[in-house]
């Protein structure tokens, strides 16, 4: 009997593609790890390992910083695909 989960399997997608440094810059790589409302997803529901979600929490800081992510949203503002409209 398997329990149904939103996140089936547990895998580092980093490690998988061999991320050495997380670029800020690089919003697309770094919205594996946030939710719709662009907070940093846990590191137990992504499945990402400590190393990783240690620089994707540093470049997503960065990131909000520089304005590429929103800090919040709002209810409004809140869509399925938050990074559809970045591309
Ligand atoms: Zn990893």
Redesign the pocket.
């Known amino acids: 009997m398997s329990e149904k989960r939103k996140y089936k399997k547990r895998y580092?997608?980093?490690?998988?593609a061999k991320?050495d440094y997380m670029d800020y810059k690089d919003v697309g790589s770094l919205r594996f790890s946030l939710s719709e409302r662009y907070k940093i997803m846990p590191r137990r529901l992504t499945g990402?390992?400590?190393?990783?979600?240690d620089m994707i929490e540093v470049a997503i800081k960065r990131a909000r910083a520089a304005a590429l992510i929103p800090y919040t949203v709002t209810r409004k503002a809140v869509v399925a695909a938050p990074f559809e409209n970045l591309k």
């Open positions: 580092c997608k980093y490690c998988e991320v990402n390992c400590k190393k990783h979600q």
